[in-house]
């Protein structure tokens, strides 16, 4: 009998659980809409507690919206912080599961554990080191590092770091109201709303815009990889469903980054390097389970 | 008694070699120049077959100059690779001393092994995320994460990420070969020397160029801070011994973040977050040790 893992891909304003060994046994899925803590939380678990056909769930995988704090060793781990969300701010998420259901429980971020399932059962699987790329309303991005999600201080915050940006040739001053433009505020998707006066899916595919886009995307990935020398870039987001953007942003990668990075990777085989997900909007749902199975290993181990 | 170990700073122009089993005890110490691989390392194999008393080394750490191939799963694993140095492009520099002294050998990059040193006994003691950077003739970079140096494709070149460079305020092109204006082409010693035409140690503190030189290295950093989430940025070489510069640097990556990683230590604790390295030139070579150390701890744990 395969292990059942439970899974709750949190957003700001609805929930998705689910019920699964993994993605070919989804054994049940449900979502509703995020209302308070109290509220949600309880029917996350009366799912939980349903679900399965008899077979106990091994444990608990929660990719949560943020601020959160995800590290297990420090005494707010599992916890919803700072949040401005009504209701939320410094919500013990991961305790409530864990006490009520006595299993062990993983919370990370939506984009960690988006990489994680990537990394599982989608675009990454088989490698040890990479990184997964939300190019939407903002930029987020989650890396694997020898086979674990980067954490350190708190977790990456890709999207805001600096790039260049020529204002001769682009007088848009950015998008982001903490830092004007860092790569979010010239490159994710409200930044190319507030530049060209409408909205990125009704721009054509040979309109300049999608240049400048792919520049600056490919200022990012190349950053990217150059610090953490990821076998695989995996870029997702509403913005990257201009699949024409990923030629583009493959050929600037190349070019700026000139031959200095000598992998047949980059150099040769840069289609199969920089590529989209293939989960999709599967990808919370499905890496929580994975983010599951990593916590109910763990837990086996520490009792060894 | 206390296991010994061997390590090897290998350098383009001369190799430092000792036996020791910590900073505290090194037991035997030699430099000689670097001539050809078989002159070179056979000297090496001597100075490790004489020294220890009686009492034989684990293992032995070897931090190289590069190119190299530092990953384990790899045919060409411990080679020097495609290096411009007469006689050492394709050695098997780790091979070579393995089948010689029947030991374990780590082997990696100077600054990946000297990243290692500062983690073992140094300015990251305790930590298991964090940066080590040399600025002195270019910008590089190592990264321990989750305890373990990152690698991935390769390893990281970070003193190659593209950082803003207002042209208006700095015409200098920047000075890197292959990138121009890239962070080390703005940044390291030589784009010092160039843009101001008289060598960085001879600029007066009050001069404008640290004040351009700390905005070149704040906005690197800060990049680096949002990518991989360090518990702490260690900056060593040449140009960080000019020390009026930490605390510009550490001012502006505070303004270029502004308020957006909420964490203490980069808030309030910045002077204990961008720190000197703490064993200086010793780095490489306790480096090497402590990369012995990992081999033989990682040896006994295979054979477990």
Same sequence: chains 1, 2.
């Avoid at 005494?75 to 259901?101: E, I």
Wanted: glycine share 12%.
């Amino acid at each position: 009998m395969k292990p059942l893992y439970g899974g709750i891909e949190a957003g700001g304003t609805k929930f998705v659980c689910a019920v699964a060994s993994g993605p070919d046994d989804i054994r049940a899925e449900e979502r509703f809409p995020t209302t308070t803590p109290e509220e949600t939380i309880a029917r996350a678990l009366a799912f939980f507690e349903q679900q399965g056909g008899g077979q106990a769930i091994q444990a608990v995988g929660i990719a949560s919206f943020g601020p959160i704090d995800p590290d297990p060793r420090s005494p707010t781990f599992g916890y919803v912080t700072n949040t401005p969300k009504p209701h939320w701010a410094h919500t013990d998420f991961a305790g409530a599961v864990r006490r009520a259901l006595g299993v062990p429980v993983g919370f990370d971020t939506d984009v960690n554990v988006a990489a994680l399932g990537e990394g599982r059962w989608g675009a990454a699987q088989g490698l040890d080191t990479f990184i997964y790329l939300t190019i939407g309303t903002g930029i987020g991005g989650g890396a694997v590092i020898n086979g674990e999600l980067a954490h350190g201080l708190m977790h990456p915050e890709m999207g805001h770091t600096r790039i260049p940006h020529d204002w001769q040739a682009d007088p848009f001053p950015g998008s982001c109201s903490v830092h004007g433009d860092c790569w979010e505020g010239l490159a994710a998707g409200p930044a190319l709303e507030a530049r060209w006066k409408q909205r990125g899916e009704t721009l054509p595919p040979d309109h300049p815009a999608w240049a400048l886009e792919a520049d600056y995307l490919a200022y990012g990935v190349s950053n990217l990889v150059l610090v953490l020398s990821p076998q695989r870039v995996i870029m997702g987001g509403g913005v990257m469903e201009q699949a024409h953007l990923f030629p583009m942003v493959r050929r600037r990668v190349q070019e700026i980054l000139n031959g200095y990075v000598k992998s047949p990777a980059l150099l040769e085989e840069i289609d199969s390097y920089i590529v989209p997900p293939l989960l999709g909007n599967r990808a919370g749902v499905l890496g929580a389970i994975a983010l599951a199975e990593r916590a109910a290993q763990r837990a086996t181990a520490q009792r060894a």
